[in-house]
């Protein structure tokens, strides 16, 4: 299972690579923001120094409506870096445009997906990711987990090459529902990735045993 961080800042990417965990990253307009960028040559270099911290995919959204549009943008992000995946809107003119850039070799994450037959439309469009936003399904009262499991199931029938991205988790028991589903990816937010590698057993552990360990050296120094 791969793990990718959700975020585009950079500090928290710099950090859970040092980890060892990461595959990629995924970013989306509402996390750019949250950044201090306030040019178009200032976010495509942030995206390009991203790519340089994370030897792995690394997405970003276009923002345009029509499918031409789309292409167009889509193309300008993939130049940036060869690990630019480009996040196109789960849309019909979104489709057409993914289509497109299957052919030109653009790699595609179709992001806001809600549905399986969205994934699945996806996926025959030519999607190199498929998103599934399961913490916003939660959010309004649905079993986000139950998309992802649905959108594997459907996908385990055909040959798609499509891969799936858990997004929009909200806590650990995302990552653990996904990897046992055996989803291919879940992009996690920094806040999360900390949650996954805590304890507090393991924490209560480590200040008995420091404490034992200082009374085994206090009789040491007594010799
Ligand atoms: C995924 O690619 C999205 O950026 C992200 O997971 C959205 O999460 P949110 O619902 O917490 O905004």
């Not at 959700?6 to 859970?16: C, G, H, M, P, S």
């Not at 309004?140 to 040959?159: K, T």
């Not at 805590?198 to 209560?204: G, N, R």
């Amino acid at each position: 299972m791969k793990f990718f961080i959700d975020t585009a800042n950079l500090a928290e990417i710099r950090e859970a690579h040092g980890l060892g965990v990461l595959d990629g990253v995924t970013t989306n307009p509402t996390l750019v923001a949250r950044e201090n960028i306030t040019t178009r040559d200032a976010f495509e270099k942030h995206i390009k120094t991203i790519c340089e911290i994370v030897d792995g995919p690394v997405s970003a959204e276009a923002v345009s409506s029509s499918a031409d549009d789309l292409v167009a943008e889509a193309r300008t992000l993939a130049a940036i870096d060869q690990h630019v995946v480009v996040k196109i809107p789960m849309t019909t003119d979104g489709m057409k445009a993914v289509h497109r850039l299957s052919e030109e070799g653009i790699k595609t994450n179709v992001t806001l997906v809600f549905s399986a037959l969205q994934a699945l439309m996806a996926a025959k469009a030519g999607a190199t990711y498929v998103s599934p936003f399961v913490g916003r399904l939660d959010d309004i009262g649905h079993r986000g987990m139950q998309l992802v499991e649905e959108i594997l199931d459907v996908f385990s029938n055909y040959l798609f090459e499509t891969e799936v991205i858990v997004a929009s988790i909200r806590n650990p028991l995302h990552v653990l529902e996904a990897a046992k589903m055996g989803a291919d990816i879940a992009t996690i937010p920094f806040k999360v990735i900390g949650q996954l590698a805590s304890h507090p057993l393991t924490d209560a552990g480590i200040r008995s045993f420091l404490e034992d360990w200082r009374k085994v050296e206090k009789g040491m120094s007594l010799k």
